[in-house]
Nanobody
Framework: QVQLVESGGGSVQAGNSLRLSCTAS????????MAWFRQAPGKEREFISA????????IYADSVKGRFTISRDNAKNTVYLQMNGLKPEDTAVYYC???????????????????WGQGTQVTVSS
């Protein structure tokens, strides 16, 4: 059983930056692909970014490409999401997910991730 805990959310003005962290415990972190999703009120959970087990492959949603960067530190069992140039439409609860033995095409699907954190709120004001 893997436990995921997100942190780093907050309230910022548009154009500013935040770095989210997601720390895992209870499993072999380096054997999991990790991803960030977000969910705004009244909307479905949306894929943001994913990173393969050793960090060699990263993918992004078009809405955040060039502004957000995903990374991981397997020695610290942590995945990060650096968010720059935040916009009001980035306001949402951000979740990290962990999954194993995932093919590239499944990385964008929330159903492919087995473990989830509790989420961290990001609010961007204009």
């Amino acid at each position: 059983q893997v436990q995921l805990v997100e942190s780093g959310g907050g309230s910022v003005q548009a154009g500013n930056s935040l770095r989210l962290s997601c720390t895992a415990s209870g499993g072999t972190f380096s054997s999991y692909a990790m991803a960030w999703f977000r969910q705004a009120p009244g909307k479905e959970r949306e894929f943001i970014s994913a990173i393969r087990e050793r960090g060699g492959t990263t993918i992004y949603a078009d809405s955040v490409k060039g502004r957000f960067t995903i990374s991981r530190d397997n020695a610290k069992n942590t995945v990060y999401l650096q968010m720059n140039g935040l916009k009001p439409e980035d306001t949402a609860v951000y979740y990290c997910g962990a999954g194993q033995r995932m093919i590239l095409s499944s990385l964008r699907r929330d159903s492919a991730y087995v473990y989830w954190g509790q989420g961290t709120q990001v609010t961007v004001s204009s």
